[in-house]
Nanobody, 126 residues
Framework: QVQLVESGGGLVQAGGSLRLSCAAS????????MGWFRHAPGKEREFVAS????????NYADSVKGRFAISRDNVKNTVNLQVNDLKPEDTAVYYC???????????????????WGQGTQATVSS
């Protein structure tokens, strides 16, 4: 079992930045691919970014490429999402998720993930 706790959300003006963090419990964090998703009011939960078990392969949604960066620390059991040049449409609850496995490509479908955090709210004002 893995427990995930997100932090780092907040209110920021357009063009600003946030650093979202996800702390994972458990001794086998390095055996999990990790993903970040977001859920905005009136929209479905959508993929944002993913990173494979050793951090060597990352994937991003087209809408965030060049602005967001995902990273992980398998010693500290954390996965981070640096979000830059924020736009009002980035406003959402951001969730981290874990999928057991050492696959090269971490999946981008929410249904593929085994564990989820409670989310952290990021609000971008115009």
């Amino acid at each position: 079992q893995v427990q995930l706790v997100e932090s780092g959300g907040g209110l920021v003006q357009a063009g600003g930045s946030l650093r979202l963090s996800c702390a994972a419990s458990g001794r086998t964090f390095s055996s999990y691919a990790m993903g970040w998703f977001r859920h905005a009011p009136g929209k479905e939960r959508e993929f944002v970014a993913s990173i494979n078990w050793n951090g060597r392969n990352t994937n991003y949604a087209d809408s965030v490429k060049g602005r967001f960066a995902i990273s992980r620390d398998n010693v500290k059991n954390t996965v981070n999402l640096q979000v830059n040049d924020l736009k009002p449409e980035d406003t959402a609850v951001y969730y981290c998720a874990a999928k057991y496995g050492t696959m090269w490509n971490a999946p981008n479908a929410p249904s593929e993930y085994d564990y989820w955090g409670q989310g952290t709210q990021a609000t971008v004002s115009s």
